[in-house]
């Protein structure tokens, strides 16, 4: 079933995480980076949220090095369509993750990259 075309636009905001320590290094002002396999994993990456109705685009930024052994990055994505049966979203390409909109609406969306 199609999904009916957009009525109206929503921002989607949270944190993109890595929680392995091997993940990630950290830099000497608390910031960290992705490395490895997760090199892509940095501040500017891009974030993708794809529907049938069209796609928006964030980036994450200031990438930090929490004390509990985690890699947090904020992002914010502008413009999402709303009424889609389905949101694809995607960090810095990694793969793709699916959610329905009351997954995005509302609150701090938390993505756990490992």
């Known amino acids: ?3 009916p075309p957009p009525t ?3 921002v989607v905001s949270g944190a993109a995480v ?12 608390g910031g ?3 490395t490895g396999t ?9 974030v993708l949220i794809m529907t049938t109705g069209g796609m928006a685009a964030g980036s994450l930024t200031d990438g ?6 985690t890699c947090r ?11 889609q049966d389905a949101y694809l ?3 810095a390409d990694r793969d793709t993750r699916q959610y329905a909109e009351p997954e995005l609406t509302g609150v701090l969306v938390s993505l756990r990259l490992d």
């Not at 890595?18 to 002002?29: K, M, N, P, Q, V």
Request: include cysteine; glycine fraction near 14%.
């Open 1 to 3: 079933m199609a999904s």
């Open 8 to 10: 109206g636009t929503f």
């Open 18 to 29: 890595l929680a392995d320590g091997a993940s990630f290094t950290r830099d000497d002002h």
């Open 32 to 34: 960290c980076a992705g």
């Open 38 to 46: 997760r090199a892509d994993v940095v501040d500017g990456a891009p």
């Open 64 to 69: 930090r090095a929490l004390t509990d052994g």
């Open 73 to 83: 990055f904020w992002f914010s994505v502008r413009g999402v369509p709303t009424g």
């Open 89 to 91: 979203v995607m960090v």
